[in-house]
């Protein structure tokens, strides 16, 4: 069966610093990639996704960016750090088929900046 | 653009009861549903999804929902709450098999009074 493994859980960073959060799926190939971030009272807002190596789309416009090195890893990163990066940021996959494109999440990271 | 309006931010119910968490969705064409459950400080889950077919669509957890195109909606429902059930619950709606997008509302909390 399928896993998904995102890590660290939590961590605090300083304004300025560089982030890099790291996701990788099992179980599956070619499967899309996709970071969402979770803020408190604002629901899930996609930030990313990839439906192949180095290939990244961007959703939201911010100084994240995403990388695909590996088929099955994605990564999120920030040179940059700022107060409102601070949030719970998912790694989520799906592998499109004739019954949709059905996401699935992984436990999440919580980022806080300061 | 696709949405999805979860009219109740919170709601209680005692242990044992049943539930309905109300979901509305805006799209044109038929669209494709689902429900996540998240507990404090974890990733989503999925509970259930609806492309076609039958309208009610049985999840795990005895969770099911109803699709009715006439009312916009996908309510979820369970007939008897237990106290693992306290979470927030999301409906989210694609707009294809094929779309990378998926909306989500913005959540009910739910608490179970024992």
């Known amino acids: 069966s399928q896993t998904i493994h995102q890590w660290p859980a939590t961590l605090v960073q300083p304004v300025g610093s560089p982030l890099s959060l790291e996701c990788t799926v099992e179980?599956?190939?070619?499967?899309?990639l996709y970071w969402y971030r979770q803020a408190a009272g604002r629901g899930l807002q996609l930030l990313f996704y990839?439906?192949?190596?180095?290939?990244i789309s961007s959703e939201v416009p911010q100084n994240l960016s995403a990388s695909r090195p590996q088929d099955r890893q994605f990564i999120l990163s920030s040179k940059k750090l700022l107060l409102s990066d601070s949030g719970f940021y998912l790694c989520?996959?799906?592998?499109?088929?004739?019954?949709?494109?059905?996401?699935?999440f992984g436990e999440g990271s919580w980022l806080t900046v300061v | 653009a696709q949405s999805v309006t979860q009219p109740d931010i919170h709601i209680t119910v005692s242990e044992g009861a049943s539930l309905e968490l109300r979901c509305n969705y805006s799209?044109?064409?038929?669209?494709?549903l689902f429900w996540y459950v998240q507990s404090p400080g974890q990733g989503l889950q999925l509970l259930l999804k609806?492309?076609?077919?039958?309208?009610l669509v049985q999840g795990i957890k005895g969770f099911e929902a109803e699709f009715k195109r006439s009312q916009s909606s996908f309510n979820l429902r369970k007939p008897s709450v237990h106290w693992s059930d306290a979470a927030e619950y999301f409906c989210?709606?694609?707009?294809?098999?094929?779309?990378?997008?998926?909306?989500f509302g913005k959540g009910t909390k739910l608490s179970v009074i024992p």
């Open positions: 989210a709606v694609s707009s294809g098999a094929g779309s990378y997008q998926l909306t």
């Open positions: 990839s439906v192949g190596i180095g290939q």
């Open positions: 799209y044109g064409a038929t669209p494709y």
């Open positions: 609806y492309f076609s077919g039958d309208t």
């Open positions: 179980g599956t190939s070619n499967p899309n």
């Open positions: 989520a996959w799906s592998v499109p088929g004739p019954s949709g494109n059905t996401i699935y």
